[in-house]
């Protein structure tokens, strides 16, 4: 179910807030007026300042989330889900469109932590649990990849962060919901996408 945390004490990195401020584009004042309702950032000259080496609250970040979602919809929430790779820790070895849809589920356990300690440690490639995952299937002799989303962000922004991670080494990538399975925008634990190209 999208805009609920999993488990108390998960944080977001500063990065990865700041990302999401400048996805909202024309809408900075919808950033400015639902994130620091929640705590984050602060509003200074009537802009929104985060701190990208700070760490916030996912539940806060996710109920701002949930704000945006009610006022101006899935349109924004796939825009910001655009934005998020380009300013994301991503690990080395992303170099072609499979490691790439691969990396999400790591991208993310990199950019959240639980009391204090990353959800994914680099030095030993130990992924902790608490956030959920971003799946990865690779259809064999087709060019499809099947990405099951578990975890509380809303299904537009987990589409539009997998089509820009496609979208790094396959321009004509195609991302679409499958509409045949559950989605967590109706209440479900899990959204699938389809990628082809």
Request: glycine share 8%.
């Amino acid at each position: 179910m999208q805009f609920e945390v999993f488990e108390p004490d998960i944080e977001v990195n500063g990065t990865t807030v700041y990302a999401i401020v400048a996805g909202l584009g024309y809408f900075t004042n919808l950033s400015r007026r639902y994130f620091s309702q929640v705590h984050i950032g602060t509003v200074v000259n009537k802009e929104l300042r985060v701190d990208k080496n700070g760490w916030y609250p996912q539940s806060a970040w996710l109920e701002a989330f949930k704000q945006i979602s009610v006022q101006v919809g899935d349109r924004v929430l796939f825009n910001i889900g655009l934005s998020i790779p380009a300013n994301a820790q991503f690990p080395p070895w992303v170099v072609d469109i499979d490691s790439a849809v691969r990396s999400v589920d790591v991208a993310y356990h990199l950019n959240h932590r639980k009391k204090g300690r990353l959800l994914f440690d680099v030095k030993t490639g130990v992924m902790s649990e608490g956030i959920g995952h971003y799946g990865y299937r690779r259809v064999s002799a087709e060019r499809k990849i099947i990405s099951v989303s578990h975890n509380p962000y809303p299904c537009a922004f987990d589409r539009g962060i997998i089509t820009a991670m496609a979208h790094k080494f396959e321009p004509s990538a195609l991302v679409v919901h499958d509409d045949t399975k559950e989605c967590r925008s109706h209440g479900a634990n899990t959204c699938t996408y389809i990628i082809t190209w």
